[in-house]
């Protein structure tokens, strides 16, 4: 059977695959800071690049290479390279592709510490951002400047899951001469895979669904050799925001199990939300599987399953959302997301808490809003708890 024909979650299991001589099954791990050479001749010829080699893993690790491999071959990707967390992942990627005076196109709804890093810290170099409504493809073409070096969006948006047409986007990015990033944390390559449909570069926080179970921060970046493998891994290689070993392996056997993980999650996530859009003391609930949700019909073209995150808001404001979490008793309140146990968030006073009362409003965080990422717990007794929860 040729490799290219091979279904995603057999390449999830199979790919960066290696075997040392002691033949072991399940993958090993290298905890090793570096490599020895077999002499100075040797080891001239690996740092010149001459011959290909591991040298250091601060840039080079087998274990890191697997889970690069892995993820690779399941975005599409020509190159991966792993990060110490979501966020050093888009870091090296701004880092790598821009240059002072480079201007960014981004979405408004993005994860709130992307926010800060481009307001706070990448402002100080001299990029510049424009924020602009993820869906409204028209802000994003009429933003754009000469300047513009990339555009960057979230989709399916945290926490109101708005969706945008990643393929269109891509058009507008290319024939203005920029470059599209798509942070795939929410979807993962098991139900988006933005390459396929355009886009330059693909960031992930490994942390999320990729790990699967709340264990460890990591992150990655996907995209061709030109652009990750040479332009952002030189920013790894320098900067030094590397992943650990252990974390790669814990991320590498969190790939096997994505498949069916994703669609799991997928599938609690609709029957709860559903059950949620029946209940009285809730407002609006947003989730792509409902055909009410305004992406509903894109979302069933560029995904392949909805995803494992719902939001609701529900009458009576912060008060009655606050208590309604207070009373759920199997739940958990954390900001983290994409694990097996299901989590409940209050975006307006945690995640979204630094952005001005004004900003919330225009982004629709309402104070009666709450945010759960659906785990994998029996749905009966999700849907039961909340039932507990909204009866207060
Ligand atoms: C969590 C998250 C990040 C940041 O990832 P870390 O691993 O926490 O650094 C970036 N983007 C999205 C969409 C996230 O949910």
């Not at 009655?320 to 900001?335: F, K, P």
């Not at 990422?373 to 029996?378: D, F, N, T, W, Y």
Request: proline share 3%; glycine share 8%; charged share 20%.
């Amino acid at each position: 059977m040729h490799k290219k024909s091979r279904k995603f979650a057999t390449l999830a299991i199979r790919e960066g695959h290696h075997q040392t001589p002691e033949q072991e099954h399940s993958e090993a791990i290298f905890p090793t800071s570096s490599y020895t050479f077999a002499n100075a001749e040797e080891a001239a010829a690996k740092f010149s690049g001459d011959i290909a080699g591991n040298i250091y893993s601060r840039f080079n690790n087998p274990t890191v290479r697997y889970f690069e491999e892995r993820l690779a071959a399941l975005e599409e990707g020509e190159s991966c390279v792993a990060t110490s967390s979501g966020m050093s992942a888009i870091l090296a990627t701004m880092m790598g592709l821009l240059q002072q005076g480079d201007e960014i196109v981004c979405s408004k709804s993005i994860f709130g510490t992307t926010t800060n890093l481009f307001n706070n810290y990448l402002t100080k170099f001299g990029i510049k951002f424009t924020f602009v409504d993820l869906t409204d493809l028209e802000a994003w073409e009429t933003a754009i400047t000469n300047k513009t070096r990339l555009l960057f969006a979230e989709t399916p948006s945290n926490p109101l899951t708005e969706i945008v047409d990643i393929k269109a986007l891509s058009q507008i990015a290319h024939r203005n001469d920029a470059l599209l990033v798509i942070d795939n944390c929410f979807c993962t390559p098991a139900l988006q895979k933005p390459l396929t449909l355009g886009a330059d570069i693909v960031v992930h926080s490994a942390t999320k669904y990729i790990d699967g179970q709340g264990r460890c921060i990591g992150g990655a970046v996907v995209g061709d050799k030109e652009l990750v493998g040479n332009q952002i891994f030189g920013v790894l290689r320098s900067a030094g925001m590397t992943m650990s070993p252990f974390n790669a392996w814990v991320f590498h056997k969190g790939l096997e199990t994505l498949d069916i993980r994703m669609s799991a999650h997928s599938q609690n996530a609709s029957t709860l939300a559903h059950w949620l859009d029946q209940q009285e003391s809730i407002e609006q609930v947003y989730y792509p599987g409902l055909t009410s949700h305004p992406q509903h019909e894109l979302a069933l073209q560029q995904q392949s399953d909805f995803g494992g995150i719902v939001s609701f808001a529900v009458n009576g404001g912060k008060e009655a959302s606050w208590n309604v979490m207070n009373h759920c008793e199997l739940l958990s309140i954390t900001a983290n997301l994409g694990d097996t146990k299901t989590t409940i968030t209050h975006p307006a006073s945690t995640t979204h808490g630094r952005l001005s009362a004004e900003e919330r409003a225009s982004a629709n965080i309402t104070d009666g809003l709450i945010r759960v990422a659906v785990g994998l717990e029996h749905i009966d007794d999700i849907i039961g708890d909340f039932k507990t929860g909204l009866k207060s």
